[in-house]
């Protein structure tokens, strides 16, 4: 079996296509199983094992296969199910096989490979990919292991590193990009859409600038009031966004949608109804909650999960010898992987090794007993037993050497010196 990544992250992909490529969460487990059957031809040697990481900021797909072809097919998978070009898709994609994906796993669970380094948030996400995979039936030996190591040098890289000490978030970015558009946050009124972990996080932020308003607007009224609640704000129907957005001076949107839930004709009657008095907006959500065009509206400042990333950047240098330290867990943790990943490729062989020996011993114990039932000479069956046994066995090594060329020959020899270097071994009933 081989290891596989392919994806597209915020490194490589704008957020345009990446909202295309996105998986919502109810298509993840159909979608795993359709990953699956792309590998499941009549050549395969083990049932192939996938997992769907699905963010704002990458949509990667973490596969085990004995595909030869497995990079191109995924890629083609990918294309066809969210109905984009191969060519238009292709360049953003990335692709690491074997000790490549390991790493990768590895440094984004621990952050490193984030918009905001060091971030936390990562980790539950990849947990949640994890046990829907599980749930979809689509996890096995090879990534139960690979997410159970990648978990564990998640935890060692946060517990023993300074990664996310002081980490710019992105919701801290928010509040800075706010600030620029307004002098004083606390006379504005705020809009939070959505009641998800990233908006509690922006929500929280907003909230230490002490708002003249802060208002959670979300499908479920429920999670909606429990979340204003938490921050002396109040809750809103999702259906009267359209007809009160003019009220607020800042909007932050971040829901599950897989299609804008803002468009451009709602925010210009907005603007219209402010008299022109700006608007600050961001969109967290990938796909997108607002619609592009909405950044182009005089007197409205959009931003979006990369003009965010910019900002974040700006905090990110005082960490690097944090980033050192991490790497450097990481590649340890790697080799440790790979070791365990070569072990497990010569499983099949030493298997069949067994199964082969039994099936001798098992052999030349029915000839014994058939001796001993027609009286031989318990002593001669015994010899003959051991002799019949020792020369099958070492049939193989010599039948090997004995076809082999001189280099081969040479190999075999030191090879099998180390077989038997030691001798038989003791009997511990003999002492």
């Not at 984009?84 to 990768?104: C, D, K, N």
């Not at 918009?115 to 936390?120: A, F, K, N, S």
């Not at 592009?292 to 990333?309: K, Q, R, S």
């Not at 900002?311 to 790697?334: D, F, H, K, P, Y």
Request: hydrophobic content about 45%; proline content about 5%.
């Amino acid at each position: 079996m081989q290891l596989l990544t392919i994806g597209i992250n915020h490194h490589t992909a704008p957020v345009a296509l990446r909202e295309r490529v996105a998986f919502p969460l109810e298509q993840l487990k159909p979608a795993l199983g359709a990953l699956k059957d792309i590998w499941l031809g009549p050549l395969a040697k083990a049932s192939p094992e996938a997992a769907i990481l699905s963010t704002c900021n990458r949509t990667e797909l973490y596969c085990a296969t004995d595909d030869s072809a497995a990079r191109e097919a995924a890629i083609q998978w990918l294309s066809k199910y969210h109905s984009i070009p191969v060519p238009e898709l292709a360049p953003h994609v990335y692709a690491l096989p074997q000790s490549e994906a390991v790493r990768h796993a590895f440094r984004v669970a621990s952050g490193l490979d984030s918009m905001v380094l060091g971030e936390t948030q990562i980790v539950g996400q990849m947990k949640d990919a994890v046990r829907t995979a599980s749930e979809a039936g689509a996890l096995g030996t090879y990534l139960n292991q690979l997410f159970q190591r990648t978990f564990a040098v998640a935890k060692e890289v946060r517990s023993t590193t300074e990664i996310g000490a002081q980490s710019v978030s992105m919701a801290a970015a928010a509040v800075r990009l706010a600030q620029r558009i307004f002098e004083n946050i606390s006379s504005q009124r705020v809009l939070f859409i959505g009641a998800g972990e990233m908006i509690e996080l922006c929500a929280a932020h907003f909230a230490a600038q002490n708002p003249r308003e802060l208002v959670v607007a979300n499908r479920t009224a429920e999670r909606g009031e429990k979340l204003a609640g938490r921050f002396n704000g109040h809750a809103i129907p999702l259906s009267e966004l359209p007809a009160r957005m003019h009220e607020f001076d800042i909007i932050v949107s971040c829901t599950a949608s897989t299609l804008p839930i803002i468009g451009l004709g709602a925010v210009e009657r907005a603007v219209r109804a402010r008299r022109h008095r700006p608007i600050f907006m961001v969109d967290l959500a990938v796909p997108r909650d607002i619609e592009p065009e909405v950044g182009n509206l005089h007197d409205v400042f959009l931003y979006t999960v990369d003009d965010l990333g910019a900002i974040v950047r700006e905090g990110n240098a005082s960490r690097q010898a944090a980033v050192a330290q991490a790497e450097s867990i990481i590649e340890t943790r790697v080799a440790n992987f790979m070791q365990w990943l070569d072990a497990r490729s010569i499983v099949p062989v030493i298997r069949h090794m067994h199964t082969q020996a039994d099936t001798l011993r098992r052999a030349e114990l029915e000839r014994a007993r058939k001796m001993l039932a027609r009286g031989d000479d318990p002593a001669a069956v015994l010899e003959a037993l051991s002799q019949s046994l020792t020369n099958k066995l070492i049939h193989g090594p010599t039948h090997a050497l004995n076809r082999a060329s001189r280099e081969e020959r040479d190999q075999l020899i030191d090879l099998m010196s180390g077989f038997y270097r030691h001798g038989a071994p003791s009997d511990s009933s003999d002492r």
